[in-house]
């Protein structure tokens, strides 16, 4: 008798752990927006959700989604440690814009010799 009582125990207590930890690691994903500051936390927090219904069949995105994201570096998507476009060009124009003043400089110089 006592290990009848023991077994529903046991199984009253597997069903709750796992139905709690079925809760926690769908909200894994959120937590770690919420770490990075992501702009998109509170869509991250209902799709997780969302994938409780369908079996956690979202979840993996969520992750992806979650993770690519970070304060410092923003997306990280493209760049590869260039710079922009934008910051190539302004760049290109104070070089050129350096050169020309050195040639503005030599220029009298020659006109006297």
Same mark, same amino acid.
């Given at each position: 008798?006592? +290990?009848?009582?023991?077994?529903?125990?046991?199984?009253?207590?597997?069903?709750?752990?796992?139905?709690?930890?079925?809760?926690?690691?769908?909200?894994?994903?959120?937590?770690?927006?919420?770490? $990075?500051?992501?702009?998109?936390?509170?869509?991250?927090?209902?799709?997780?959700?969302?994938? +409780?219904?369908?079996?956690?069949?979202?979840?993996?995105?969520?992750?992806?989604?979650?993770?690519?994201? $970070?304060?410092? $570096?923003?997306?990280?998507?493209?760049?590869?440690?260039?710079?922009?476009?934008?910051?190539?060009?302004?760049?290109?124009?104070? $070089?050129?814009?350096?050169?020309?003043?050195?040639?503005?400089?030599?220029?009298?110089?020659?006109?006297?010799?």
């Amino acid at each position: 008798m006592f +290990l009848d009582y023991f077994a529903l125990g046991v199984l009253v207590f597997v069903v709750i752990t796992l139905f709690y930890a079925v809760i926690a690691i769908h909200d894994i994903p959120h937590l770690i927006a919420k770490a $990075r500051n992501h702009p998109h936390q509170d869509a991250i927090h209902v799709a997780g959700w969302v994938s +409780l219904f369908t079996l956690h069949a979202i979840w993996p995105f969520l992750f992806i989604w979650a993770t690519i994201y $970070r304060e410092d $570096r923003g997306w990280g998507i493209g760049t590869d440690g260039k710079l922009s476009p934008e910051a190539e060009a302004n760049a290109e124009i104070a $070089r050129l814009h350096g050169r020309i003043a050195e040639l503005e400089a030599q220029a009298p110089e020659k006109e006297n010799a």
